[in-house]
């Protein structure tokens, strides 16, 4: 079957570094996207990996490595508004949306 | 300008009703989407749709049916609801691309918080 592994909820500090894990077992892949949401919003685009590597956008870098069916999001300069759920969703062979159930982030002061 | 947009936001409603929720989308993209979101937070999407063709969810059930007027309109209908569709359902679109399915960014609307009572 198709499925996401992301862990549930992670808590980190203000200012500091951390990186939420994704692990997908998909039917074919087609590239693996991040989202931001919000409690009681909507997801918002964050990065899109298709190729191994890390794409680096402002505070935000996302990881791919196809071999391993593993990617990371990796977030710096932790600011109180990052507090937010990140979802992972890999684009299967028929191009569908597999999702993860996603990573509750807590920023504390 | 919103680019996704969806009405009502909260709708709360009897087991049994038919009800519709609204998706309009300004981008002037060619694919657009509709998922639920349950309480564990997983997104499931339901159905995507150009103006060429509807892919709908297998597990979906057919109480479930979107309705296209024209290229930026995907309403969902709800016949018969039931306990188990209340959810947060969202509305995506985004640029057709090589497949009828897009791996272009979705932009999704607010979402609108659904309660069968």
């Known amino acids: 079957g198709q499925n996401i592994d992301q862990p549930t909820e992670m808590t980190a500090t203000e200012g500091a570094i951390v990186q939420i894990n994704c692990t997908y077992q998909t039917s074919g892949f087609n590239g693996l996207f991040w989202y931001q949401q919000h409690a009681g919003e909507a997801p918002t685009f964050l990065s899109y990996?298709?190729l191994d590597g890390l794409e680096e956008k402002g505070r935000f870098s996302s990881f791919l490595s196809r071999s391993k069916g593993y990617s990371y999001l990796l977030l710096k300069e932790l600011q109180m508004k990052d507090s937010a759920s990140y979802l992972c969703a890999a684009l299967d062979s028929n191009y569908q949306l597999i999702w993860g159930a996603g990573t509750k982030l807590i920023i504390k002061p | 300008d919103t680019a996704v947009s969806q009405t009502p936001k909260y709708l709360v409603t009897q087991m049994g009703n038919d009800k519709s929720i609204k998706c309009e989308q300004n981008?002037?993209?060619?694919?657009m989407y509709w998922y639920k979101q349950d309480s564990k937070k997983f997104l499931k999407i339901m159905f995507s749709y150009n103006n060429k063709e509807l892919i709908i969810n297998e597990t979906v059930p057919n109480r479930f049916s979107p309705k296209s007027p024209d290229k930026a309109h995907l309403n969902l209908h709800i016949n018969s609801l039931e306990l188990g569709d209340s959810a947060v359902y969202f509305c995506a679109s985004s640029p057709m691309g090589e497949t009828h399915i897009s791996t272009d960014t979705q932009y999704f609307g607010p979402g609108t918080r659904l309660t069968v009572l």
């Open positions: 981008l002037g993209h060619d694919t």
């Open positions: 990996n298709v």
